[in-house]
């Protein structure tokens, strides 16, 4: 296990409605990345966190937000629902001191928007 | 723009075969690459990586190569097990990127 936690771990919404997903990095890692996979696909990136800061960011509207805590935790919210947004949504923690460095992912989140 | 693609999207190999998963990416800055794998309803799972000023790196069971020169990547997975179906991604990064770009994953069934 990569010690890198999710929760909830299903959620179903309606199209319009907001979500919040939640991510507890692994223990001494100061970087948290966001992916979102849809079915059959590779994971593609949302956006990173590093020292609360964002720190790069794909292609996806704002209405994909974030935010990371001193502890490292992180979180995802996504407003205005749209039924595309059904994905799994996964987070990667990491330990940033220079260069690049190996990313942890979590089980992540599925989310089904009605 | 920059993508990493795989050349096969489903592999079937016999127990106790090697298994060779291919992947082809376009990003000439590419600096550092993974191969992750990924059961049914889990995370992707860090195997092994590889960074670009080496060719080739072992671990236990697999060895990653990469080719520079034709921007080629591949998994070999020795003695293949059915612990090892699941569908494997390719990911990579530039120096001092922010994200890994990953391709669509290849399906690797193991037959008794």
């Known amino acids: 296990e990569t010690g890198v936690t999710q929760s909830p771990t299903h959620l179903i919404k309606t199209r319009g409605q907001q979500v919040t997903l939640r991510c507890s990095s692994q223990?001494?890692?100061?970087?948290v990345s966001w992916y979102q996979q849809a079915l059959g696909q590779g994971p593609q990136f949302i956006f990173q966190?590093?020292?609360?800061?964002?720190?790069g960011r794909g292609n996806f509207p704002p209405r994909f937000s974030g935010l990371q805590f001193p502890n490292y935790s992180s979180e995802l919210n996504v407003n205005a629902l749209e039924l595309d947004d059904s994905a799994l949504y996964l987070c990667?923690?990491?330990?940033?001191?220079?260069?690049?460095?190996?990313?942890?992912f979590g089980p992540g989140t599925r989310l089904l928007v009605l | 723009g920059e993508s990493v693609g795989l050349h096969l999207p489903t592999l079937s190999v016999q127990e106790g075969d090697n298994s060779i998963i291919n992947c082809a990416y376009s990003?000439?800055?590419?600096?550092?690459f993974i191969w992750y794998k990924q059961e049914s309803g889990k995370g992707p799972q860090f195997i092994i990586d590889?960074?670009?000023?080496?060719d080739k790196r072992q671990g236990q069971r697999v060895t990653v190569l990469l080719n520079k020169t034709v921007k080629h990547l591949s998994l070999q997975i020795a003695a293949t097990q059915p612990g090892d179906s699941a569908v494997y991604f390719c990911?990579?990064?530039?120096?001092?990127?922010?994200?890994?770009?990953f391709g669509p994953g290849t399906r690797l069934s193991v037959l008794p």
């Open positions: 990003n000439s800055a590419s600096d550092y």
């Open positions: 990911a990579e990064t530039p120096l001092y990127g922010q994200n890994f770009v």
């Open positions: 223990s001494g890692h100061n970087t």
């Open positions: 966190y590093y020292r609360e800061e964002e720190n």
């Open positions: 990667a923690s990491s330990l940033v001191a220079g260069g690049v460095e190996t990313q942890y």
């Open positions: 590889i960074r670009s000023n080496m």
